[in-house]
Nanobody
Framework: QVQLVESGGGLVQAGGSLRLSCEAS????????MGWFRQAPGKEREFVAA????????PYADSVKGRFTISRDNVKNTMYLQMNSLKPEDTAVYYC???????????????????WGQGIQVTVSS
């Protein structure tokens, strides 16, 4: 089993940057496709970005494309989400997720992921 722990969240002004990390333990991440999701108050959890096992496939939600960058370091067993040009509408609890996959496979739906972090708050002030 994989345990995931997010870090790096916090409060930032609009236009600022944050980098989220998702560190795994229990198993090596190299066998897992991974993703970031977020849930704002009163809204459903939504897809933000995903990354394949090797890092070559990285789709993004339209709302974050060009501002967020997903990456992974399989040696450090960690996934990252670099968030630039943050907007108040990016305020949410951010979750990382993982599931076993083929080398280039990615998942967009939360129902495709078996393993989740506990979530971390990101607040962007205007």
């Amino acid at each position: 089993q994989v345990q995931l722990v997010e870090s790096g969240g916090g409060l930032v002004q609009a236009g600022g940057s944050l980098r989220l990390s998702c560190e795994a333990s229990g198993r090596t991440l190299r066998d897992y496709a991974m993703g970031w999701f977020r849930q704002a108050p009163g809204k459903e959890r939504e897809f933000v970005a995903a990354i394949s096992r090797g890092g070559g496939n990285t789709p993004y939600a339209d709302s974050v494309k060009g501002r967020f960058t997903i990456s992974r370091d399989n040696v450090k067993n960690t996934m990252y989400l670099q968030m630039n040009s943050l907007k108040p509408e990016d305020t949410a609890v951010y979750y990382c997720a993982a599931d076993l996959a083929t080398i280039s496979e990615i998942f967009y739906s939360e129902y495709d992921y078996d393993y989740w972090g506990q979530g971390i708050q990101v607040t962007v002030s205007s």
